[in-house]
Structure formats: structure tokens, C-alpha cells
Nanobody
């Protein structure tokens, strides 16, 4: 069983920064692709960023490209999302997700992820 625990959310002014963390259980961290999704009130959960199991490849939604950076620390079994130049439209609950079977071409598809964290709220004020 994989467990994911997000942290680092909060309230920040427009233009500010936050770093989200996703702590993963067990040895699975080294072998799984991992991703961040977000869900704003009244909207569907959407892809934000993903990183392959080796960390060699990453992908970003166009709306966050150039502002967000995804990374992973194998020693700490933790994935991060550094979010800079935050905008009010980034306000959402952010979820980390992982799955052992995802290939690069599927990283944006939320239906392919079997394991999810509980989410952390990010609120950006204007």
C-alpha cells in the first residue's frame, strides 16, 4: 500500500511563493512516476506537473510552465512543487498522485493514477 502525505499549503499574496511537499511511504518511491494535480471549487481536478521515476523527465501544464518546478528527493522519499509568482487563479487544493504503471505519455491523465494524497489548500490573494 502506498501512502502519500502533502504539506506546505497556505495563504499567500499574488506574486508570492510556496513549496509543497509530498512524502511517500516505502520503497515504491524510487520506482513510481509522481505528479501534482489541483482542484479549484466547482472545477474538475487538473494536471499541474509530473516527474518520472528517475527524475530525468518532467512535464508541466501550460498555465504553470516557467513558474512551477517539480523535483524529488530520493533520500527523503519526498516530491516537491516549488511555486513562484503565484496568481489568484492558482488557488486550489493541490494533490500528489502516483502509480506504478504509468508511462511518459500518460502522465497528464488523472484516471491513470491509483494512489492519491489527501490534498493541501493553496490560496492566493490578489
Amino acid at each position: 500500500q502506498v501512502q502519500l502525505v502533502e504539506s506546505g499549503g497556505g495563504l499567500v499574496q499574488s506574486g508570492g511563493s510556496l513549496r509543497l511537499s509530498c512524502a511517500a511511504s516505502g520503497r515504491t518511491f524510487r520506482t513510481y512516476t509522481m505528479a501534482w494535480f489541483r482542484q479549484a471549487p466547482g472545477k474538475e481536478r487538473e494536471f499541474v506537473a509530473a516527474i518520472t521515476r528517475t527524475g530525468a523527465n518532467s512535464d508541466y501544464a501550460d498555465s504553470v510552465k516557467g513558474r512551477f518546478t517539480i523535483s524529488r528527493d530520493y533520500a527523503k522519499n519526498t516530491m516537491y512543487l516549488q511555486m513562484n509568482n503565484l496568481k489568484p487563479e492558482d488557488t486550489a487544493v493541490y494533490y500528489c498522485a502516483t502509480d506504478p504503471t504509468i508511462i511518459i505519455g500518460e502522465m497528464r491523465n488523472r484516471a491513470r493514477y491509483a494512489y492519491w494524497g489527501q490534498g493541501t489548500q493553496v490560496t492566493v490573494s490578489s
